[in-house]
């Protein structure tokens, strides 16, 4: 077995066992001589399937403390995205239109599945995006939170997975759409939705959903007649 081999073996076998949950977020891994020892390979073997491990956001090194399991991240999903977005042929638009399906389905099931404390936490995001006092960053965020949190209420983790990366490439229209039309807009878009989610009404909440996004696509358009948008390839994102 090649040196490239033993490595993919021992990165598998430590992701299946973090996946698996039998190491929870925070749990410290044994130590490279412990599993060297373990899996019959050299401590050179274990240490480059945990700098693979790293690299895919699933464990963090501290010095002095080990090497940890890391809670699971769509960062490297996210930064997928924006190599894909590099594509000249590629632009935020085309991202944009992928969360008409997917939001709609997520406000349905949210209405179903939401407690009370995603009522609380989305009104919350609402309370900022309702004050002109706050920053147009607070707004941005206020406004990404509360998706997030909808998709959080459907009890689905795979909608949070989906979601968090293309929300965070999303930001940058984000601004732009409550810089030149105001949070009000939105806030008010948001208030149907939960209003909706409030009243466990999944067709209404999905309607609601669908008016949001379709003002949002509009809003882009005209944004882009008034002064062409670069495309997302060109963008960075925090």
Excluded: C
């Amino acid at each position: 077995m090649s040196q490239l081999d033993r490595v993919s073996r021992v990165a598998d076998y430590l992701e299946q066992i973090i996946l698996s949950g039998e190491l929870a977020a925070g749990a410290e891994l044994p130590s490279e001589r412990e599993i060297s020892s373990q899996l019959g390979v050299s401590r050179t073997v274990v240490r480059e399937a945990l700098g693979r491990l790293s690299s895919l956001g699933l464990v963090r090194s501290i010095h002095g403390s080990g090497t940890r399991v890391e809670a699971p991240s769509s960062r490297q999903v996210a930064l997928g995205y924006q190599r894909l977005l590099r594509r000249p042929d590629v632009k935020l638009e085309h991202l944009a239109a992928i969360r008409w399906p997917l939001e709609t389905a997520i406000a349905a099931l949210a209405a179903e599945q939401r407690t009370d404390e995603h009522l609380a936490q989305l009104a919350k995001a609402q309370k900022v995006l309702a004050s002109p006092r706050r920053t147009l960053e607070s707004h941005v965020k206020a406004d990404v939170a509360f998706h997030a949190i909808l998709a959080e209420a459907t009890g689905n983790p795979l909608f949070q997975a989906v979601l968090e990366p293309i929300a965070e490439l999303l930001s940058e229209s984000r601004r732009q759409t409550l810089e030149h039309y105001g949070a009000e807009l939105a806030h008010r878009h948001h208030e149907k939705i939960l209003d909706a989610v409030r009243r466990r009404d999944r067709e209404a909440a999905a309607q609601a959903m669908r008016e949001h996004i379709d003002a949002n696509y509009r809003h882009l358009a005209e944004l882009a007649q008034a002064a062409p948008m670069p495309s997302a390839g060109e963008r960075t994102t925090e």
